[in-house]
């Protein structure tokens, strides 16, 4: 692993993350039929077949627009939305425009948090995909802080974003039509929060193998 994340980097980590939605997909289902259609595992599935796609471009910022747009093209509400967002949105740092070191990556996945920010009032605390994305990339930003390599910082946002989806089961949602459910949302995990930290898990895996193979 050189320490940055250029084209190879960002098209395993795609792949990768796919790789982990496509496994845990029917979970995801699950999990959306406590307080929806039940079908967000089969969402995921469309979503992270923009990612494939997406691949084949040059360079880390003309990927992740390739992969916002087309994800934002995919009939899932609210999740292809907010996801395809989040990858356009990243393309807004300055950092992106060559590959990424560990403030870089930070920076990047942090536009990307901003953009999501603006669509959506849902916080931490709110049983959304908010409450492992937001603690996700904080613990990029520490990371930085640390001076921890791109893959630790990668290998701590996962972790992060896995906290934050387990912390849901405790939440009672606020938002969409789980909402309406109120104390009954309790006791089981956001499909949205367990899709993000299934995504970071991915990420984190591509870029542990990478290094293991220099």
Known sequence: MTGTIGQHELSQMFRSAAARIRERHGELSVLDSVSGD???GT????IV????????????????????????????????????????GMTEAPECN???DCPALAATFEAGLAAV???TRAR?????????????IESLRAAVHA???VVEAM????????????????LTARFGRAKFLGEKTRGHQDPGAASIALLFEGFSMALAESKETQ
């Open 38 to 40: 039940g079908d967000h």
């Open 124 to 136: 931490p605390g709110d049983k959304t995909m908010m409450d492992a994305l937001v603690p996700a």
């Open 155 to 170: 290998q701590d946002a996962a972790g992060a974003a896995r906290a934050g989806a387990e912390s849901t089961s405790g």
């Open 43 to 46: 969402t995921m599935l469309r």
């Open 147 to 149: 001076g921890k390599s």
């Open 49 to 88: 077949d923009q990612l494939d796609i997406a691949q084949s471009s040059s360079e880390p910022k003309t990927i992740l627009h390739d992969a916002g747009w087309k994800i934002l093209n995919v009939d899932g509400g609210a999740s292809s939305s907010l996801l395809g967002t989040f990858f356009l």
């Open 98 to 100: 060559s590959p990424l």
């Open 117 to 119: 920010s603006k669509q």
